[in-house]
Every structure is written in C-alpha cells, then in structure tokens.
C-alpha cells in the first residue's frame, strides 16, 4: 500500500478522490485514534460538498477503535478546538479544506486541551497500516452544548457595558462561519453592535469564488457593502473562519500585521509585562507596539502548530501571524477568526477612534509590501542568491531574514504550497520597500 500522500507538514490536505477519499479517511481516524490511545474525539466539519461523507467516514474509523465520538456539526475549527478543550477530550479533528480549491479537502488535528501534534508522521504511518477494528465506539450529537459554551467563551473577551453603538458588515464568503456567528450575535444582542450579513448562507459550491480574504481579488465585495451601507468596520473570513480579516469604514483592507500590533496593545494594558508571540515575517510594527507598552515580544516560526506551542511554552497572553491567524491564551492557546474582530470593535468602542486612525501611524511608520509568492524551479538556490545579494543581519527563525537597518525581508518556503514567499517591510519609506521588491524580484527571477 503507498504511503498516503495528503499528510503535509502539520495538517492533512489533498485532491478529493486522488489524495484523500472515505477510505483514506476512516484509516486517519482509527490511526488518530490509535496514537492518542483516544477514548473520546471531538468531531467537526465545513460545509465543503465532500465534508460530510469525510466526516462519516473519520467517524467510523474513530468508533472501530472503541471511540466516543462527540460530533459539534458544521461549524469552524475554532469550534472543534473550544470543544476539546471543553469536553475534556483525548483529541479533536476538524474536516476542512479552509481555503484550498473547491476540488480539495482535509483535516486539522489537535491532543487533549487542544494542544498542537507536530508531527503527523506516527498517525500516518498507523493509517499506512490500516488497522483492524478493535472496539465498538459510539457517536454522539454535542452541537447545541459545545457551541454555547464556545459562545459564551468568546463573548467573554471582551466587556460589553464598554461597546458602543456600531454598525458592522459581516462576510462569510458562503464558508461555515455565518450559523456560528448568528449564534454569537444573539449572545451580543443586548449590546449597540448592529450588522450587515452578506454571503451569509453555508454554500459549498462557492458561487463567489472560495473565501480567502488574504487575496487581494477576493476583498471586493466586503469593500463594497462596508461603503454601500455606511459600516463602521467589515469583517471576512476564510472557509472554516480560523482567520478573520478587517476593512475600514471606507471599505480600505486592513494588513494582518496592523491588527496583530493592536491587538498586542490591548493585552499588554491589561497584563503589564506581558509575553506576546509574532511570526517574523513581517514584524517590525508589532515589534514597536509590544516595546512601547512594556511586554517582550517573541518571535516564532511562522505555522498554527508553531505558534500555538510558542504560547504554552513562553506562557505568552497572545500571539498574531501577518495572515490574520490571532492566538489566544485563554483560548486554549488556539487561533480564533470570532475574537479578533470583537476585541476590535470594544477597542474603537472605548477610545471613540475609528479602525483606519487607530492603525494609520503604524502603516506609515511600517509600511511593508504584503505577501508577494513565487514560482522558482530551484528554491535553495533562489534563496542563495539573495542572500548574497545584501549584506545585513541574518535570522533564520523561519526561512531566511535579513535586517538592513532602514529595511528588512523574510524570504521562505511555503509549508503547504510549492512557492518561495517573500516580505519587505521599512521604517517610514514605503518607496523603498517597491524598489526592494523589485530588486530581490529581479534576483529571484533573472
């Protein structure tokens, strides 16, 4: 039997049909089960077409080995991460394909209390083998419970005597966040926030396009309805909703760093002192934030396994990637696409500044290129090249960095698509990131 081939770095993603089908599923979840020695898993899915036979057949896979399953539904991967932790349970799978294309689907695991399993190698191979059924497991329905308490969990980030009166378009781009948020805005209906919802319902044709707010051609539509109907902030989020991203009043996307930096501010006011994680992509405003406000910022390698483990080991409050991937300690040390944009929203509620003055003099004094992705027949020696290119301080917490002084870059390969992604960012001369693009562009494709 070959080895199966949709085990990547730190999750499980491949072509429906090619790379992963029922079969392949049911022996993850009996190899899952196998490794963990797991007595109950909690069980969640998106609303991509192929999900729901997936999670049938991860199901049966987990009750061949003698497992509990507790089933959360449709839902996002945040909420199979809440509901680990919750339950008390030995592990937790997520079926979902986030923003891949429509013909591709996956899984993300986590152990108990929703902690990160970086290697994947040991469930692979037990899945490999194909493990005879040793036990009559059960499966049982736990939405209702598992998503009041994820609700009750994520509404308690913020104080909501302290919101004001906003009014907020949400876009949920046909993904599976707009039953759960739908659940959280009843919670919050005695608060002012008042919303917009547009592609609200779970459609797993995707009529729009898949949801990737990340993509620059993929923000319109939010734009759109944030100026159409006069919104003081729109919200996205991808297909299982781990991320979330912002625009302002006037429609403007806001960049995941910026975000990271408020955030950073908001928790180091209420815990002086305070450890905060940040990918080194690009850092240098979050960097900046976290030494005015008297915390330490760490750098981690950039990947939801990484950072997740950085924050249980550094005992840090938060950490933020540039992608609007946001962790939280009191979150189980997990990424949560419903926190970030509530935490915004009681942040503009109590200083009365709108979202773009709240992060117009970062953006000036960090301007930064946004990712940039290339294709490159011999990565290694792509990487080289630029290397040699510049003479700075190197940094290899996560591909290659190099620090220039007035400018810096993070140069590295992608961990689940074949592409070098490079990061530019300067102090206050957003010329000079353009030109430095288009220099190491040059090197990286002669």
């Known amino acids: 039997m070959p080895m199966l081939t949709c085990f990547k770095t730190y999750d499980i993603r491949g072509r429906v049909g090619v790379d992963l089908d029922t079969g392949i599923a049911r022996r993850i979840g009996a190899g899952f089960a196998a490794h963990l020695s797991a007595r109950t898993v909690v069980l969640g899915r998106d609303n991509r077409a192929s999900s729901g036979a997936l999670d049938d057949a991860v199901a049966a896979g987990l009750m061949a080995q003698g497992v509990e399953v507790l089933d959360i539904g449709l839902g996002g991967t945040e909420e199979v991460y809440a509901a680990t932790d919750h339950f008390g349970a030995d592990g937790g799978i997520m079926i979902t394909a986030s923003h891949n294309p429509i013909d591709y689907n996956g899984m993300k695991m986590v152990g108990a209390r929703a902690a990160p399993l970086p290697d994947l190698s040991a469930i692979r191979d037990l899945a490999d083998a194909d493990r005879p059924a040793t036990g009559e497991g059960v499966r049982r329905d736990v939405q209702r419970q598992a998503r009041a308490a994820y609700v009750d969990r994520v509404a308690g980030f913020v104080d909501r005597a302290s919101l004001r009166p906003l009014h907020i378009v949400v876009d949920a781009g046909n993904g599976a966040a707009g039953p759960t948020f739908d659940a959280l805005a009843e919670a919050l209906s005695d608060t002012p926030l008042t919303f917009t919802r547009i ?16 993509l620059p051609e ?14 003081d902030m729109g919200v996205a989020w991808d297909g299982d909703f781990d991320r979330c991203f912002l625009f302002d009043a006037q429609g403007n996307f806001i960049d995941g760093e910026y975000i990271v930096s408020l955030l950073a501010e908001v928790f180091l006011a209420r815990e002086p002192g305070a450890t905060i994680v940040h990918d080194p992509r690009i850092q240098w405003a979050t960097q900046d934030a976290v030494a005015r406000a008297g915390g330490r910022a760490v750098a981690s390698r950039t990947g939801h396994v990484f950072l997740k483990q950085a924050l249980r080991d550094m005992g840090a409050v938060y950490g933020g990637e540039m ?28 200083t009365g500044s709108p979202l773009a003055d709240l992060v117009a003099a970062r953006r000036a004094a960090f301007p930064s290129s946004g990712e940039i992705n290339f294709r490159v027949a011999e990565a290694a020696a792509a990487v080289a090249r630029v290397e040699a290119a510049f003479d700075g301080a190197r940094d290899r917490t996560d591909g290659l960095s190099m620090d220039m002084g007035t400018w810096r870059f ?18 206050g001369n ?8 288009a220099e190491i562009t040059r090197i990286l494709l002669p």
């Open 323 to 350: 992608s609007a991937h946001h962790y939280f300690r009191d979150f189980a040390c997990c990424d949560s696409g419903m926190i970030p944009w509530l935490m915004v929203a009681e942040l503009i509620s109590r």
């Open 199 to 214: 592609r609200h319902a779970p459609d797993g044709t995707f009529p729009h396009g898949i949801p990737n707010p990340l």
């Open 430 to 437: 957003a010329g000079l990131v353009a030109d430095k693009v």
């Open 410 to 427: 993070n140069l590295r390969a992608s961990n689940t698509e074949p592409l070098l992604r490079l990061n530019v960012e300067s102090r």
């Open 218 to 231: 993929n923000r319109h539509l939010t734009a759109e309805a944030v100026r159409t109907h006069g919104a």
